[in-house]
């Protein structure tokens, strides 16, 4: 079992930047797949980034890094956008071989942190 708890969100301009965090607890996340995805009001949670895959979206913009140490996961996130506005959640998955994107294949997941872009 792995607990993940999100937390770094908030309200930010356009062009600023934020760094979510995601905190694991339970069996240390090195041996799972992390993810981070996001659902905006209205819209499909969709994939964000994870190892070094990232959306069209966000690419060039976010990096997804990691802290085995503290077992923690990070989103840097740069040159945010309106459109940026969403929840953030972090996943975790069992099955390091199956496709990143795919939220089906995450087993847990945080209770999301609001990250709101304004203009």
């Known amino acids: 079992q792995v607990q993940l708890v999100e937390s770094g969100g908030g309200l930010v301009q356009a062009g600023g930047s934020l760094r979510l965090s995601c905190a694991a607890s339970?069996?240390?996340?090195?041996?799972?797949?992390m993810g981070w995805f996001r659902q905006a009001p209205g819209k499909e949670r969709e994939f964000v980034a994870a190892?070094?895959y990232y959306s069209h979206s966000v690419k060039d913009r976010f990096t997804i890094s990691g802290d085995n140490a503290k077992n923690t996961v990070y989103l840097q996130m740069n040159s945010l956008k309106p459109e940026d506005t969403a929840v953030y959640y972090c996943?975790?998955?069992?099955?390091?071989?199956?496709?990143?994107?795919?939220?089906?294949?995450?087993?847990?997941w945080g209770q999301g942190t609001q990250v709101t872009v304004s203009s």
């Open positions: 190892n070094t």
């Open positions: 996943a975790a998955k069992r099955n390091l071989l199956s496709p990143v994107a795919v939220a089906g294949n995450y087993d847990y």
């Open positions: 339970g069996r240390t996340f090195s041996s799972y797949g």
